[in-house]
């Protein structure tokens, strides 16, 4: 099949192949490809940048239901960006369709979104949800968020054991918010036993890939002479 072989060639990063069979494509009215073509349209891969070609490529695939589209529409209403202008409640209707639509980065969107009441009512129990089936997804944002809904029994029963899994899946996968929440539970003994040095290994750890509150706390600790990086 011809989006099959548009695929490949993006994938190979041949994006002139890519490109003038994405476009071929589009014009017989294949969402798939217009959603690839507006992706190369907006990253200038095997064309030059715009935006207005974009947005119009994403819009048309968005009305077939492309599950794609729908997100990276969703991305740039949220954003003000990509000449939309700034609407999160056109964004997070966006990115409930794409959720329906098994888009694991769009339930995450969804979620923050539910939990903080951006661009529609507040919500834990239902951010909750969509973190979950995120999650499940093995979306490493969702599982730290979903921790901290657990920590603070915000649309769940508070569970310390369940926060602690989910930290520790979001820690396992490198992401430096869960290194340095799981950090906090074992300091606090929350979900597990207390231990300190295993707290500040992965407090260590959150540093290094950046993670500005833990930096401060080794840094704190390294000027009291409490241990030595």
Known sequence: MKIQKAHQAYNAKDFSTAFALYTELSQEGNADAQTSLAFMY???????????????LYTLAAEAKQPYALFNLAILYENGIGGVAHDQFKAHELHMEAAT?????????VALMLERGLGCMQNYSEAAFWYEEAAKRGHLEAFNNLGVL????HGVVQDDARCFICFKRAADGGLAEGLYNLGLL????????LNNDTALDYCRKAAYKGH??????????QEDGKIVF
Not at 101 to 109: G, I, L, S
Not at 150 to 153: A, L, W
């Open 42 to 56: 907006q990253n200038a891969q095997g064309c030059e940048k715009n935006e207005a070609k974009s947005l119009e």
């Open 101 to 109: 639509r098994e888009v694991p980065p769009a339930m995450y969107e």
């Open 150 to 153: 657990y920590k603070d029994g």
């Open 186 to 193: 074992y300091d606090q003994g929350i979900g597990c036993e």
């Open 212 to 221: 500005a509150k833990a930096k401060e706390i080794i840094q704190g600790l």
